[in-house]
T-cell receptor, first 113, second 114 residues
């Protein structure tokens, strides 16, 4: 069975600092991996996705993620966080039907001024 | 452009009452549509998905049902709500199977069953 673990429930960073959100997955085949962001009381927005090829993927809003097969990880990074990045972030793993992905429980990001 | 609408935004319903949540999309035809539920502090749980009119796949057994009466309309229903049906419900349109995957989510419905 596939699963996703986001070890950090809550992370606080200062504005302008770098960010890394962790994601570990379990999947029996080549995984398709996604990161989503959710603002309070809103739907999700797809930040980036990994299917194959280059293990470092670029997304929207200045985010990137690196796929490391040996560590079963797909961590999300941003070099300099902005106050508007405060939100909840979800990692997901699945196959070609992205809608049937398994989601992690999310990491809440707080940005200090 | 593609948009997805979901309503109502919030709903408070008594136990045993019926439920109808509606989701519509614009800017596409024959979309793959999904209903998710999100419990507090948790990720999304897939409830139903549909690849076309009248085609519904249920992912988990529950007190809810879904229907796809029109190409761009997806409805989540219940005949009698339970307290455990409370949660945040999201409709999504997700397409593409590889690097061209895109996902559009509605704004969600906060359902409280009292």
């Amino acid at each position: 069975a596939q699963s996703v673990t986001q070890p950090d429930i809550h992370i606080t960073v200062s504005e302008g600092a770098s960010l890394e959100l962790r994601c570990n997955y379990s999947y029996g085949a080549t995984p398709y991996l996604f990161w989503y962001v959710q603002s309070p009381g809103q739907g999700l927005q797809l930040l980036l996705k990994y299917f194959s090829g280059d293990t470092l993927v670029q997304g929207i809003k200045g985010f990137e993620a690196e796929f490391k097969r040996s560590q079963s990880s797909f961590n999300l990074r941003k070099p300099s966080v902005h106050w508007s990045d405060a939100a909840e972030y979800f990692c997901a793993v699945g196959n070609t039907n992205a809608g049937k992905s398994t989601f992690g429980d999310g990491t809440t990001l707080t940005v200090k001024p | 452009s593609q948009t997805i609408h979901q309503w109502p935004a919030t709903l408070v319903q008594p136990v045993g009452s019926p439920l109808s949540l509606e989701c519509t999309v614009e800017g596409t035809s024959n979309p793959n549509l999904y209903w998710y539920r999100q419990a507090a502090g948790r990720g999304l749980q897939l409830l139903f998905y549909s690849v076309g009119i009248g085609q519904i796949s249920s992912e988990v057994p529950q007190n809810l049902s879904a229907s796809r009466p029109q190409d761009r309309q997806f409805i989540l229903s219940s005949k009698k709500l339970l307290l455990s049906d409370s949660g945040f419900y999201l409709c999504a349109w997700i397409w593409g199977g590889t690097a061209n995957t895109e996902a559009f989510f509605g704004q969600g419905t906060r359902l409280t069953v009292v």
